[in-house]
């Protein structure tokens, strides 16, 4: 075994050909390229839908007598949103796992870093607007089921009984 690797190492003919030789090599690059394009297609698309459900949402809202607040729509394109950074940042590493150049790797992590900071500050946006959201349509909710059956402006809301409590 020593002997195969010293010959191809004084650089005669091997006896298994490298991945150069057979073609293997420009086949792997080939392949990751066109992942990599599959990857910006799925984001570039997911973006897309994303942005076509959102606007639905938004011209149905509009033609809508009630005003009200958009920040459900802003989720819904949020949640694409952060869906595609995912997608693009594949793509970006991708593009790097095969010979990259220390050029290629600085760029991948100016660009993973500032897409994680989006994805991370997007998230947690999304986060706080889904629980503000929930916290009105559990209060109108409450308004709602207060109404008197004449139709009278609702009354404050009485505190919930917590659990029982056991006197001792």
């Known amino acids: 075994m020593q002997w195969i690797f010293y010959r191809v190492a004084e ?20 392949l990751v390229q066109w992942l990599k394009l599959v ?6 698309l997911v ?10 949402y938004f011209f149905r809202n509009l033609a809508s007598a009630r005003i009200r607040n958009y920040n459900r729509i802003r989720l819904v394109l949020a949640r694409y949103l952060a869906l595609a950074l995912e997608f693009q940042l594949g793509a970006d590493i991708i593009a790097t796992a095969v010979a990259p150049t220390w ?15 989006l994805n991370y500050f997007l998230s947690r946006e999304m986060k706080e607007e889904q629980e503000a959201a929930d916290l009105e ?19 404050p809301a009485a505190p919930s009984p917590g659990p029982a409590r056991r006197s001792s």
């Open 11 to 30: 650089g005669a003919p091997a006896l298994i050909p490298g991945p150069a030789e057979t073609g293997a090599e420009a086949t792997v690059i080939n």
């Open 39 to 44: 990857l910006e297609i799925t984001g570039a």
């Open 47 to 56: 973006i897309g839908i994303g942005v076509v459900i959102a606007g639905y």
């Open 103 to 117: 050029d290629q790797i600085g760029q991948l992590g100016a660009v993973a870093f500032i897409r994680t900071a």
């Open 137 to 155: 349509e559990r209060s109108g909710a409450r308004l709602e089921a207060q109404v008197d059956s004449d139709g009278d402006a609702p009354r």
